[in-house]
């Protein structure tokens, strides 16, 4: 699973401790970036204990129409919200029309793929320097507990987008990545 992106589709409607206990594996890994976990195997006839581990990190995504997510799960993601204002309703409404208003055109998607993919190569494995995440630790917000690993996730966010943008990004005397103010506020706006 080692940087895999994995897509549950759509979370369980139920919020009982049972459904808590079901997703705990997946918080791990989250926040672990590992998994381990004693399972009887059987080996030559006989039930015997090991220990299976599962390495990471993954980037896990999913969705749900529920108003309130078990906290310890809440706190490990970032939530991104759809837009529900009636004009951007209407807005899908018109390409969903549109799309049987006017006449079919044909779509190459292996173009498409191909174009993500090279896309994709260009991207160097380089390590990233947040040259302001000390004085961004100093004002982030710490009266709750959940700011420890929410800012985690920031400085994750953040050196995402660094990555992503690598191209336009400098570099310093060791060859680092340099995130910029950019970065935090398109992080920030996410």
């Known amino acids: 699973l080692v940087h895999k992106f994995v897509v549950a ?21 989250l926040s672990e970036q590992k998994l381990a976990k004693l ?21 896990y995504v999913e969705s749900t129409t529920m108003l309130k997510i078990f906290e310890e799960d809440l706190n490990r993601c970032v939530l991104i919200t759809t837009d529900e204002r009636p004009n951007q309703t209407r807005r899908i ?11 079919p055109t044909r779509i190459d998607k292996q173009r498409i793929v191909l174009k993500h993919h090279a896309a994709q190569r260009m991207l160097e494995g380089r390590p990233i320097r947040i040259p302001f995440a000390d004085r961004l630790a100093e004002r982030f917000p710490s009266e709750r507990v959940e ?29 680092l990545l340099l995130a910029t103010s950019e970065d935090y506020h398109l992080t920030r706006w996410l």
């Open 9 to 29: 589709g759509e979370r369980s409607r139920s919020n009982s401790d049972e459904a808590a206990e079901t997703t705990r594996a997946l918080r791990e890994m």
């Open 147 to 175: 700011a420890r690993r929410v800012f985690g996730q920031v400085l994750r966010l953040i050196e995402a987008i660094t990555f992503l943008y690598q191209r336009q990004r400098e570099t310093d005397e060791a060859g």
């Open 39 to 59: 399972m009887p195997v059987k080996v030559g006839g006989e039930i015997v204990t090991r220990q299976i581990k599962q390495e990471g990190p993954i980037a």
């Open 93 to 103: 409404l018109m390409k969903l029309a549109d799309q049987y208003h006017r006449r």
